[in-house]
T-cell receptor
């Protein structure tokens, strides 16, 4: 069972570079989301999607873009990386949203922006 | 804005002890509460989900309770084992059904000493 797969596991960027963090799930879940985890801050929601073609902003969306062209994939794009975006990024999915179902998390992408 | 607090931030206990982790939230109008486990360098694993209409949930040696009116939840771990060592996070939904936004606490880091 693959579950939620995130790539890459580690990434180092220079300030101003752009990149895409990949997230894929094979459970046919409708809901997917991106969080960042920073020391002393807990996990904070960046963007989420309730289905293909539908995305919305979370608590900290600035500097990030998302799209959801398929049910399986939910990539997170950093447009122009900044040191403040150094963090661990987690992707999660659930079948009908957190109201009734448990969220499944990927293993995370550890990003450093120099 | 919903705020979630977990006390203590860290806890060290000898193997075999029963222990309680605490979670409090400021807005009692939640839809559900989840407890997660996070191992170092790994993603989150959902342990228990309590709907707002429920008082508790049990899974093996774990028991989670919810008191919406007081804004509190506890995670009880019976007969702790070294394998229970991890960070435990609680999370509540930010709004009702359909919003799909979780607010996380900063976690309690548990160490079980053999």
């Amino acid at each position: 069972n693959a579950g939620v797969t995130q790539t890459p596991k580690f990434q180092v960027l220079k300030t101003g570079q752009s990149m895409t963090l990949q997230c894929a799930q094979d459970m046919n879940h409708e809901y997917m989301s991106w969080y960042r985890q920073d020391p002393g801050m807990g996990l904070r929601l960046i963007h989420y999607s309730v289905g293909a073609g539908i995305t919305d902003q979370g608590e900290v969306p600035n500097g990030y873009n998302v799209s959801r062209s398929t049910t399986e994939d939910f990539p997170l794009r950093l447009l122009s990386a900044a040191p403040s975006q150094t963090s661990v990024y987690f992707c999660a999915s659930s079948p009908q949203g957190v109201a009734k179902n448990i969220q499944y998390f990927g293993a995370g992408t550890r990003l450093s922006v120099l | 804005k919903q705020e979630v607090t977990q006390i203590p931030a860290a806890l060290s206990v000898p193997e075999g002890e029963n222990l309680v982790l605490n979670c409090s939230f400021t807005d009692s109008a939640i839809y559900n509460l989840q407890w997660f486990r996070q191992d170092p360098g790994k993603g989150l694993t959902s342990l228990l989900l309590i709907q707002s209409s429920q008082r508790e949930q049990t899974s093996g040696r774990l028991n989670a309770s919810l008191d919406k009116s007081s804004g509190r939840s506890t995670l009880y771990i019976a007969a702790s084992q070294p394998g229970d060592s991890a960070t435990y996070l609680c999370a509540v939904d930010l709004q009702g059904a359909g919003s799909y936004q979780l607010t996380f606490g900063k976690g309690t880091k548990l160490s079980v000493i053999p």
